[in-house]
């Protein structure tokens, strides 16, 4: 015969288990299903694009909302990564492999709230360019143009 004791400590050690197991049964999906719908678009070094920034992209948690683009870049690529908008207040960001801010620009030289964004390149992988207008300031047509620059002679 077992104790009740023993009986109590047995159902605790079997049932914390089983609800580990149903928690990560679970989620799992939820995991694979937002990875699902983070894609960012393609853009090839040199390419010109013209896109709409809308409130169906990704909220930026400002009031604004961001989209992404990928691009793959080689260790020592020298970069000007140009975003002209007639709609909104750009702000333009390059994100490493890993994640991490490479370099950021709000307005450009011009005195506009275009941006304009010159960058070394650190290492090779698959970069980020985030395009997302500043703070609340809206949502609209846009052109972004990446262009490897030559190395000076």
Do not use: H, W
């Not at 089983?18 to 390419?47: E, R």
């Not at 920034?53 to 260790?75: E, N, W």
């Amino acid at each position: 015969m077992i104790n009740k004791g023993l009986a109590v400590g047995l159902k605790q050690v079997t049932i914390i288990p089983a609800t580990y197991l149903a928690i990560a049964i679970s989620t799992t999906p939820a995991f694979a299903q937002a990875n699902k719908f983070y894609n960012p678009i393609s853009i090839p070094v040199g390419n010109e694009i013209t896109d709409t920034l809308s409130d169906k992209d990704i909220p930026t948690g400002q009031g604004g909302f961001a989209r992404d683009y990928m691009v793959k870049l080689k260790k020592g690529d020298n970069l000007a990564i140009d975003l002209v908008s007639e709609s909104f207040d750009c702000m333009l960001t390059l994100l490493a492999p890993n994640g991490t801010t490479v370099a950021e620009n709000d307005d450009g030289p011009d005195g506009t709230s275009n941006s304009l964004l010159f960058t070394r390149v650190a290492e090779t992988g698959n970069y980020v360019i985030r395009v997302r207008s500043f703070g609340e300031t809206g949502i609209g047509a846009f052109k972004l143009k990446v262009t490897r620059l030559q190395p000076a002679k």
